[in-house]
């Protein structure tokens, strides 16, 4: 499957969740987890997308290290689900809007982008980001209406 088809997923699980957010993880070209901000109501404020997922997949391959997977994410990570994914090893992030786009639509955001955090670590994650950008920011503009 292409960056495209997953990323459709991925706003697919946005469209379903608590917070207009969603994450696939991939490896092999195959899903291993999905993921929704506020998956439940849980008041948890870590219950991002990415983390989610993340924990996830952790639990389902019974392991922390998560080499090969790709993330794939409705904006940029924050600065907590990007240290998540550096730390779970995560080869590759790729996203819609960019965690500026996001502030925009929805205010509060830390901006500081995964460019950045990503030269500060030894190990460097492969990042593409705007992928299905115009479709994500239809589908979060529809939501402020």
């Known amino acids: 499957m292409s ?5 459709m997923l991925a706003i697919n699980e946005a469209k379903e969740s608590l917070f207009p957010f ?10 291993i ?17 990415e983390i ?3 924990r996830s997949a952790c639990n389902k391959l019974c392991s922390k290290d998560l080499s090969g ?4 994410s ?13 730390w779970a090893n995560i080869n590759r992030i790729v996203f819609g809007i ?15 982008g995964v460019d950045y955090l990503n030269g500060k670590g030894d190990n460097k994650i492969e ?13 979060y503009s529809g939501l402020k209406n």
């Open 3 to 7: 960056d495209e088809k997953f990323m």
């Open 52 to 54: 989610n997922a993340i």
């Open 74 to 86: 409705t904006c940029e990570p924050c600065p907590m689900c990007f240290s998540a994914s550096w």
């Open 33 to 49: 987890t999905t993921g929704r901000s506020g998956k439940t109501n849980t008041f948890d404020p870590t219950a991002h997308a």
């Open 127 to 139: 990042i593409k980001g705007g992928v299905l950008k115009e479709e994500i920011i239809k589908l």
């Open 98 to 112: 960019s965690l500026k786009e996001s502030s925009k639509l929805f205010g509060q955001e830390i901006l500081v």
């Open 22 to 31: 969603g994450c696939v993880l991939v490896k092999e070209n195959q899903i």
């Open 69 to 72: 997977v790709t993330l794939y």
